[in-house]
């Protein structure tokens, strides 16, 4: 999905400075283009103008808390995913040793590499599509290995309580993984993100038009108002981007988990 997204590659705060000076331009133009009509309009289309303005920014209003509680959500669901899959792989240590004694071992140790893995891959940008590839197939090899392992210590011991506890711990493992890496993929719709862009910049116009119109300026107000959005703006944007902005999923439970297999 990252590879479909335009904005995805590029910063985050680049993002944010560039919507922000293009509010602050377009809010220029909005103002001489009201002070352009200010002569030749009257008071009842100045006053439908403010209502016009105050439609704009309450639909603004509505997409930035729309679309920040999309990203939030998103931004709790890894979290909540890497919590679970640290959850399993603990699991899955704790029941290596109901193993039979060779199995153990093997297991012990193969599960150790198979966090680490996964601690490494947590650190890498998504964009950075090959090297997550390269982590994927050995992970993917880490789970064969460890299912083989399973199965030869089923036929040593093929107790439910022993090794069948392990087995599911596994499968429990496998899928957590599976579901936090799906998790990764998942962003705001660009589209949407672009609308709120649309609908920001359309409001810093009505913003300095109305302004022009009154044929007064209104620098600092606008120009905090700009700034604030831009900021609440900004924040969405890091919040969809794992592995990449500045607001990221604390990854402290996995490095505890692997501090705890050495």
Excluded: C
Excluded at 110 to 118: N, Q, S, V
Excluded at 198 to 204: T, Y
């Amino acid at each position: 999905m990252v590879d479909n997204e335009f904005l995805y590659g590029y910063s985050s705060v680049l993002i944010a400075v560039v919507l922000f000076l293009v509010i602050i331009v377009f809010n220029e133009v909005g103002f001489v283009s009201g002070r352009y009509v200010q002569s030749r309009t009257d008071d009842e289309v100045k006053t439908l103008t403010g209502s016009i303005q105050a439609s704009i920014l309450g639909l603004l209003a509505l997409l930035l808390g729309f679309t920040f509680s999309m990203a939030m959500q998103r931004y709790d669901n890894r979290t909540m995913a890497l919590i679970d899959e640290a959850n399993t792989m603990g699991t899955a240590m704790l029941r290596a040793q109901l193993l039979p004694g060779e199995y153990q071992t093997k297991a012990d140790n193969t599960l150790r590499d198979y966090i680490r893995l996964r601690v490494e891959m947590g650190q890498v940008d998504l964009t950075h599509v090959d090297v997550r590839s390269d982590y994927q197939r050995q992970i993917v090899a880490l789970q064969n290995q460890l299912w083989g392992i399973t199965l030869a210590a089923t036929e040593t011991d093929p107790r439910p309580v022993t090794t069948g506890s392990f087995l599911q711990s596994l499968n429990a493992m496998i899928d957590a993984q599976g579901k936090r890496n799906a998790l990764l993929q998942l962003h705001v719709p660009e589209s949407i993100l672009l609308l709120l862009f649309v609908v920001f910049i359309a409001s810093g116009s009505i913003m300095g038009y109305s302004a022009g119109l009154s044929g007064k300026r209104m620098v600092v107000p606008i120009v905090l108002v700009s700034l604030l959005i831009t900021l609440i703006v900004f924040t969405i944007i890091d919040l969809d981007r794992p592995k990449r902005g500045l607001i990221q999923v604390d990854q402290n439970v996995m490095s505890a988990l692997l501090k705890q297999a050495r």
